[in-house]
């Protein structure tokens, strides 16, 4: 068994998407183990985001750099840098912004697989590279063209654990053990 976060972000939320994107976990047999609806302060947002994981910014830095590439523009001339930790550092901004700007959805998920089978079910961290069915695939029309030159986060409706250690190290973050619950869906009873 394992155990994911999923947050539905402002723009899910703001959408009126809540109820379809929870359906389609909740379908693909993904046991909801907690949940909450909250505000999120930048405290929170700045840890969930840490300012230490150099992987995790650098590759936001890299894909910006890739898109800017191919957009053939100037990544110097529109965000004062090229190097992929400084552009990773800024993005980490806007998306600090992004996540504290209205109210989010955080749910725990719990199944077999649970973060590979949520990142399958979420899509592509870029719309267009989201194939149809997939959530973003299905629901962002966001584009990283648009989204870096307005200066924000990508809206991309859902966050969801990148792998299990990052899923180790972001539920307790957003969770107290006592506020997840384990109970038998009747699907582990067929499974028995
Ligand atoms: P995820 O795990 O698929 O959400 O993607 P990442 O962990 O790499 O990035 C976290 C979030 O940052 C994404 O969901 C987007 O909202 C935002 N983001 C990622 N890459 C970019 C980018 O190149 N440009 C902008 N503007 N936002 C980005
Ligand atoms: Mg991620």
């Not at 749910?107 to 997939?134: D, F, N, Q």
């Amino acid at each position: 068994m394992e155990q994911t976060l999923i947050i539905l972000k402002p723009d899910a939320v703001s959408r009126g998407l809540s109820g379809e994107i929870i359906k389609r976990f909740e379908q693909a047999g993904l046991k909801i183990v907690a949940g909450r609806f909250q505000k999120v302060d930048r405290e929170l947002a700045g840890k969930h985001y840490p300012a230490d994981r150099e992987s995790f910014l650098r590759g936001m830095g890299q894909k910006t750099l890739e898109n800017y590439e191919k957009m053939g523009a100037d990544p110097v001339k529109m965000l004062g840098s090229k190097d992929t930790l400084e552009i990773g550092k800024m993005i980490r901004e806007w998306l600090i912004d992004y996540i504290t700007s209205a109210p989010v959805l955080a749910l725990v998920l719990e199944a077999p697989h649970a973060v590979e089978l949520v990142r399958k079910i979420g899509g592509h961290t870029l719309p267009l590279l989201s194939p149809p069915g997939t959530i973003r695939g299905d629901f962002a029309y966001d584009s990283s063209f648009l989204a870096n030159t307005a200066k924000r986060a990508i809206k991309n409706l859902v966050h969801a654990s990148g792998s299990v250690e990052e899923a180790k190290y972001e539920i307790p973050l957003w969770f107290k053990a006592s506020e997840i619950h384990a109970y038998e869906r009747v699907e582990e009873k067929v499974m028995r």
